[in-house]
């Protein structure tokens, strides 16, 4: 059985390199001997599989029907093979993830703490990058980002609710001022700005209602590339700022800040987490996964504001 196994997967990487001297070089066997291992395997099947030329290998009928079946099943195979491999091995080394501050401080870093604790021999390296970064390139493990669509040779998993939007500015800063009603109207306020890293521009706040979507580029006397500034800065006056409402709401119900515009306020799928789609990661990053891993009803809207904001 080990034997007829070998020949169908030197059958596959044959196939797909469409030249014995390829294929053999990947599976470290002369050319001659994958040619006799190709010409036993179409005798005992008693069918041609394989078309020869002297420039190329090309499948036949039957070898397509051959290749199109044993490729699933063979890469399950390794999968598998490789789980048990993850299993015996012990949890450890470093996971390197970019993520925006806010997912790091509310998602990220109260599931992984646990983790951390339970396998001391795994580190966890954290980067605050608001852009959507080339993981492989950065040569991180993973990184965080608003919604699922990532490359195709990339795997997102929900790792959070729905994020939800806010502007918000504290009453000191309102007291005199007409409150906007409309997204317009905050080009008459002082605006606290986001720097987006990716093209060094200004982030452009989003609003959307009842299907019309606005995008409004604001102007004030500060600019930042923290989420939790732009909320101390909301807090000392500064301005209105545009954050997550998780942040904003219990300053809204202690009175240090006032919410504006909610009915435009958009509504954003949760933050997902995505890595290299390999049939085998490793076992740190495994546990990372699934500690992170979004279920319905499990992370309610924090109560707890700025970690930097005055109490």
Sequence with gaps: MKENLNDLQAFVMVARERSFTRAAAQLGMSRSALSHAMLALEARL????????????STTEAGARLLATLVPRLDDIEQALGSLSALRDKPAGTVRITAHDH?????????????LRQYPDIQIEFSVDYAFTDIAAERFDAGVRVGDRVDKDMIAVRIAPELRMAVAGSPGYLEGRAHPTLPQDLTDHCCINLRLPTHGGLYAWDFEKDGQELNVRVTGQTVFNNTFLMLQAALDGMGLAFVPYDLVRPHVETGRLVSLLEDWCPVFPGYHLYYANRRQISPALALVIDALRYQEGQDKERTSGSPYAVP
Excluded at 106 to 115: A, H, I, V
Aim: aromatic letters at 8%; glycine letters at 4%; hydrophobic letters at 50%.
């Design 103 to 115: 997912a790091i401080v509310n998602f990220l870093w109260p599931r992984l703490r646990p983790l």
């Design 46 to 57: 008693g069918v041609r599989l394989l078309t020869r030329t002297t420039r190329s290998v």
